[in-house]
């Protein structure tokens, strides 16, 4: 577009110059077709280099998820999405209602109620910056205008507004829990700095996951510098950090109470294939009473059972105590809130296989 209006003034130029050549109709009628042009093109221009510099502000927002500590931000920006679409849907109506009334109210000796655009803008004005002339206002009806000037004040300015805020710093508060202890802008730029400085022995991101995901669940750091020899301090202290800020963010912020159910799920369907494995073994004789195991492979693999149920076996016991003690505070909360008559149930009864020993 920089181009563009530069030849339309190369034109206008030379349309001029035209003119002042032979003084006719005809160069005169060709100076004002290509100055409107060029007035026309230059306002289409203005327009977009406004609208560009919004996006490019919104674009710069996108931009700084490069940061941890920047991403809250914009995280928080969009969390709050849904909930303030939800909350302009009540609050814009609410607007235009008391824009309307303004401008029945005040719209035959106010200018700025005289429409209901600039009624609305009024209102926003009122809402922002508390500036309105009341004297003015009130001079026909005093009664009235304290009426829509009060109920406007205390239902918009200080209930709706300070709802916007209350949504904004609630959903900031659980990002911030969520993110944990971030890097600074500062730390994050030493970071990169000690990147690219052990940039040969780095290891990718991807090859990193890759292998850590063929690992078992619970790695120490022995394992990971097992697997890359070459890992630098740094790249390893840092992963170390990162797994330490992510059991701080999970101790503070806690665990779904549906993980409970899940869990003891998880470890009725274990016992239940160990008890399926202990019934293979007895019936291929190696668990029957009175009988050796026959070679040393297959003893270890009969106390790797076993070790297993005595594990399990107390985590169920665990997981049946937690689930005992929520049903107890269920019906205690329920009793005391909302009186129903109902009482908690008791203890959740879980099978749990008996212990064995030896070839028992």
């Known amino acids: 577009m920089l181009f563009g209006l530069e030849v339309y003034r190369k034109m206008v130029m030379a349309s001029i110059e035209d003119y002042f050549d032979y003084l006719d109709t005809q160069s005169t009628l060709a100076v004002m077709s290509l100055s409107d042009s060029m007035a026309q093109f230059s306002s289409y221009q203005r327009i977009f280099i406004s609208y560009a510099h919004i996006l490019f502000m919104a674009r710069c927002f996108l931009s700084l998820q490069w940061q941890p500590r920047l991403a809250i931000i914009t995280s928080t920006l969009q969390a709050t999405t849904v909930d303030l679409t939800h909350f302009l849907i009540v609050l814009i109506p609410t607007w235009f209602g008391f824009a309307i009334a303004g401008m029945i109210m005040f719209g035959r000796r106010m200018q700025v109620f005289s429409t209901p655009l600039s009624g609305f803008a009024m209102c926003l004005q009122l809402a922002l910056e508390g500036e309105y002339d009341w004297g003015y206002m009130s001079s026909e009806d005093w009664f009235i205008t304290l009426l829509w000037v009060w109920i406007y004040m205390v239902l918009l300015v200080m209930v709706m507004l300070n709802m916007v805020l209350a949504i904004i710093m609630?959903?900031?508060?659980?990002?911030?829990?969520?993110?944990?202890?971030?890097?600074s802008i500062f730390q994050h730029c030493t970071y990169l700095f000690k990147r690219a400085l052990y940039f040969k022995n780095w290891v990718p991101d991807r090859e990193l996951w890759e292998r850590v995901a063929e690992m078992p669940e619970t790695i120490i750091v022995d394992d990971i510098l097992e697997a890359y020899p070459n890992m630098p301090d740094f790249q390893l202290s840092?992963?170390?950090?990162?797994?330490?800020?992510?059991?701080?963010?999970?101790?503070?912020?806690?665990?779904?109470?549906?993980?409970?159910?899940?869990?003891?799920?998880?470890?009725?369907?274990?016992?239940?294939?160990?008890?399926?494995?202990?019934?293979?073994?007895?019936?291929?004789?190696?668990?029957?009473?009175?009988?050796?195991?026959?070679?040393?492979?297959?003893?270890?693999?009969?106390?790797?059972?076993?070790?297993?149920?005595?594990?399990?076996?107390?985590?169920?016991?665990?997981?049946?105590?937690?689930?005992?003690?929520?049903?107890?505070?269920?019906?205690?909360?329920?009793?005391?809130?909302?009186?129903?008559?109902?009482?908690?149930?008791?203890?959740?009864?879980?099978?749990?296989?008996?212990?064995?020993?030896?070839?028992?």
């Open 170 to 183: 609630d959903v900031y508060a659980e990002v911030r829990r969520q993110q944990g202890e971030t890097m």
């Open 238 to 360: 840092f992963l170390c950090d990162g797994a330490r800020n992510r059991t701080r963010v999970i101790q503070r912020a806690g665990i779904d109470p549906t993980y409970t159910v899940q869990m003891v799920a998880a470890i009725h369907i274990s016992l239940e294939e160990i008890m399926m494995d202990l019934m293979k073994l007895k019936k291929r004789g190696w668990m029957g009473k009175g009988f050796e195991v026959p070679s040393d492979e297959d003893r270890n693999l009969v106390k790797e059972i076993l070790a297993g149920i005595a594990v399990q076996s107390e985590w169920m016991l665990n997981a049946q105590k937690h689930v005992s003690w929520l049903h107890n505070q269920i019906g205690t909360e329920a009793t005391d809130g909302a009186g129903y008559e109902w009482k908690a149930t008791g203890p959740v009864e879980v099978p749990v296989p008996r212990s064995r020993q030896g070839n028992d």
